[in-house]
């Protein structure tokens, strides 16, 4: 495949997980811009109003190959230099996507996620 097809995949990709954030987690559309490509830093650009509703430094891979332990350290570096949660986000052609975290990273989001449900079933006995 042709560098510029490669880059235009590659494109496309860090475009659709853009638009699965906006659509997930309903960031508003200009807190959230896909970097251009062969840009530093991490793939997403995340607004401080996007940033208190996914706190994540996203790599975006779109490859046949992997080099998973140097995708992982790229993403490592650009969310660290950014003060975001490293998360790596890869597919390869007619896949879904994957998304990469640390294990310490998950454990601490998922307790995030228990202490929401246990405060909203606190707020919902008061009512």
């Known amino acids: 495949m042709k ?3 490669c880059k235009a995949k590659g494109r496309q990709f860090q475009q ?9 987690f309903r960031i508003n559309p200009m807190d959230i811009q896909s970097t251009a490509m ?6 997403i650009y995340l607004s401080k109003a996007a940033r208190e509703i996914f706190p994540f ?8 190959t992997t080099d998973i332990w140097a995708w992982i350290k790229q993403c490592e570096t650009n969310a660290d230099k950014e003060g975001l949660r490293p998360l790596l986000v890869f597919r390869r052609n007619r896949s ?6 640390s294990w310490s ?12 449900r246990a405060r909203v079933k606190e ?5």
Do not use: M
């Open 3 to 5: 560098s510029k097809s």
């Open 123 to 127: 707020l919902e006995g008061k009512q």
């Open 96 to 101: 879904e996507p994957y998304a990469v975290q």
């Open 105 to 116: 990273d998950f454990c601490s989001t998922w307790n995030e996620v228990l202490a929401l």
């Open 38 to 43: 062969g840009q530093a830093g991490c793939d």
């Open 57 to 64: 430094g996203v790599e975006c891979k779109c490859q046949e």
């Open 16 to 24: 659709a997980t853009r638009d699965a954030l906006i659509a997930h």
